[in-house]
């Protein structure tokens, strides 16, 4: 469930979540230590993490846009080349077929006999 027999290792949605929520609070921490020390030192504080993502999201759209298609493209190309494409059984025949490992020794040992 967790592996992965070529790499050993599968991300999986809750280690994906984890390590987001991690990143975000990593961030904010890091915000709020430079800005104590900033206000300590009589400057001005900093923009927040939120404020800093609004204004990049608002000055440079495209940007976000291009990324968000590209994130998703290069990972499911990145999937498709690992998984070796896709098989579609066509023999219509053969869908109502059982193919089990007890059914497959079942055949096995009826043609024995």
Same mark, same amino acid.
Do not use: C, H
């Given at each position: 469930?967790?592996?992965?027999? +070529?790499?050993?290792?599968?991300?999986?949605?809750?280690? %994906?979540?984890?390590?987001? &929520?991690?990143?975000?609070?990593?961030? @904010?921490? %890091?915000?709020?230590?430079?800005?104590?020390?900033?206000?300590?030192? &009589?400057?001005? $504080?900093?923009?927040? $993490?939120?404020?800093? @993502? /609004?204004? #990049?999201?608002?000055?440079?759209?495209?940007?976000?846009? /291009?990324?968000?298609?590209? %994130?998703?493209?290069?990972?499911?190309?990145?999937?498709?080349?690992?998984?070796?494409? %896709?098989?579609?059984?066509?023999?219509?025949?053969?869908?109502?077929?059982?193919?089990?490992?007890? +059914?497959?020794?079942?055949?096995?040992?009826?043609? #024995?006999?």
């Amino acid at each position: 469930p967790g592996g992965d027999d +070529e790499t050993g290792f599968r991300l999986t949605f809750l280690s %994906i979540f984890i390590i987001m &929520g991690g990143t975000a609070i990593l961030v @904010w921490v %890091i915000y709020y230590i430079v800005k104590y020390n900033r206000t300590q030192n &009589g400057k001005s $504080p900093p923009l927040s $993490p939120s404020d800093l @993502w /609004f204004i #990049a999201l608002t000055k440079y759209p495209l940007v976000f846009l /291009f990324f968000s298609l590209l %994130i998703p493209i290069l990972l499911s190309l990145i999937v498709f080349a690992r998984s070796g494409g %896709i098989n579609v059984n066509l023999d219509f025949n053969s869908y109502l077929n059982i193919d089990t490992d007890l +059914e497959n020794i079942k055949r096995s040992y009826n043609k #024995a006999q």
